[in-house]
């Protein structure tokens, strides 16, 4: 059998505008991708990828997934290479939470069992978390569309692998996942050495410093859980810093040509992963967050996922939500993350398509790239916004469903006719220029939703005359 990994994506509305610029596998959660952590775990493999085919141009391009491509032979939409076999995996699944199945041995289809309420309906779904195929088994499996719905037709063995298989099939299941995520990936620091001179160290665990962080005396580093603290090169943590990591471990990742600065007066609880290149502004970081590269953060934040390039640097709260890349969450922004009556949440991760979460106090808001919101907005629980919008708002929005695309101002919608040329500024600032497949993609997204922008925007000036 070759040594083929196939990483595919399915069920990708089920992660609400957070999948519409990317592919599922390039979701954050702990320190990594899904896609890295997927990689790691087959060191020796060639990697291939599948996805929609507006998004594949845009695959080697995710800056995340250089390390992948530099391994050389990585594939995007190789047809020959499904012909070939491998170890075909749903991009959805948690590698470093799961115990992942062998690259090589006999064809075999592992299934996990979901089940979740959709507008009001009980749906029952058995999901193909990995197939292992000879060519012999591509063939006998037919069609990918055969593999996945009903794999149990193919006459190929099927093992039910729920509990062994951990996936991420929502996006607040990232968010419950991710302080997990974030201890396992810690034992596999680097460790060893001591704080530097005037850190106040209180207990003991094993820890990192490196010899290119710069930690000012006086900061506070509370180990007495038993959780370790990773300090990498290019850090900068001023005085008057606490970073507890009581309830787990505290990750500041290292810097190649820059530096991550947290400023005096932050708290940092573990588990918390702070990602290259990233600026702490006297914030209070509470524990299960992730924030990848190149993100500014203040105010209050907690159990939340920042996958990159995003601020939010002023006062307010930001409580377990997902963020996409480009986000700006403007001064005194705050999203509520528990219903008044504790009752579960009911998101609407697509237009009309809402999904009871069975949560009531792990969903806050899911918010996709380049979407903007005006000074003391204010979310409700389990809002759902596009990309590519502005949210202007002197009180709580009334919807819990934004489109992409649009401005909602006070409840009225409009559509966003700037939203690339704005983007296009926006990136530059952090000098990444947008390429031509990445602008190709946002049209795309544009046309595919422009409809339903257009919809929401007549139902909301009739609903106000």
Not at 261 to 290: D, F, H, M, W
Not at 396 to 412: F, M, W
Request: proline content about 5%; some cysteine; hydrophobic content about 35%.
């Amino acid at each position: 059998m070759p040594n083929n990994v196939i990483v595919f994506e399915q069920h990708w509305q089920d992660y609400g505008p957070l999948a519409l610029t990317r592919p599922v596998y390039g979701l954050r959660i702990g320190t990594s991708t899904l896609a890295e952590k997927l990689a790691e775990s087959y060191p020796d493999a060639a990697i291939h990828f599948r996805a929609r085919n507006h998004i594949a141009p845009t695959i080697d391009q995710i800056v995340y997934f250089k390390q992948i491509f530099s391994r050389g032979g990585v594939t995007v939409n190789n047809d020959a290479i499904l012909q070939q076999g491998g170890l075909f995996i749903d991009g959805a699944v948690i590698a470093v939470l799961s115990e992942m199945p062998a690259a090589q041995g006999p064809d075999e289809i592992g299934v996990v069992q979901q089940s979740f309420i959709e507008n009001g309906k009980t749906i029952e779904r058995e999901r193909v978390v990995y197939a292992r195929l000879s060519t012999a088994g591509v063939m006998a499996a037919g069609s990918p569309q055969t593999l996945l719905n009903t794999p149990r037709d193919t006459g190929l063995p099927v093992k039910d692998v729920t509990g062994q298989i951990k996936i991420a099939g929502f996006p607040w299941e990232l968010v419950i996942n991710n302080a997990p995520a974030i201890e396992a990936e810690y034992k596999t620091r680097k460790k060893g050495g001591s704080a530097p001179d005037g850190v106040i160290v209180l207990g003991k665990a094993e820890c990192w410093f490196s010899p290119k962080c710069s930690v000012s005396p006086g900061v506070v580093i509370d180990l007495r859980g038993g959780h370790g603290v990773y300090v990498g090169d290019g850090v900068e943590i001023q005085g008057n810093v606490t970073i507890d990591a009581r309830t787990g471990p505290v990750i500041l990742e290292d810097c190649t040509g820059s530096r991550t600065v947290v400023e005096s007066q932050s708290l940092i609880q573990g588990p918390v992963y702070i990602g290259p290149v990233n600026l702490i502004k006297q914030a209070t970081v509470r524990e299960g967050c992730s924030f990848g590269p190149v993100c500014r953060v203040g105010g209050e934040i907690e159990e939340t996922i920042i996958v990159g390039y995003s601020n939010k640097q002023h006062y307010g709260y930001m409580g377990h939500c997902v963020i996409g890349e480009w986000v700006n969450w403007g001064a005194g922004t705050t999203n509520s993350n528990l219903k008044n009556d504790y009752s579960s949440v009911v998101v609407e991760l697509s237009h009309g398509r809402r999904i009871d979460s069975g949560q009531n106090k792990t969903v806050g808001c899911y918010i996709g790239d380049h979407t903007k919101t005006a000074l003391s907005t204010m979310l409700n629980t389990g809002t759902v916004i596009g990309v590519m919008s502005n949210i202007l708002m002197n009180t709580v929005t009334e919807d819990k469903y934004l489109p992409s695309y649009c401005i909602y101002d006070n409840g009225r919608i409009l559509l966003n006719r700037s939203g690339v040329k704005t983007a296009e500024i926006v990136m530059s600032r952090r000098n990444m220029p947008m390429t031509a497949e990445y602008k190709q993609l946002y049209e795309h997204i544009s046309a595919e939703l422009r409809d339903e922008t257009r919809e929401m925007a007549k139902a909301s000036k009739e609903k106000r005359q």
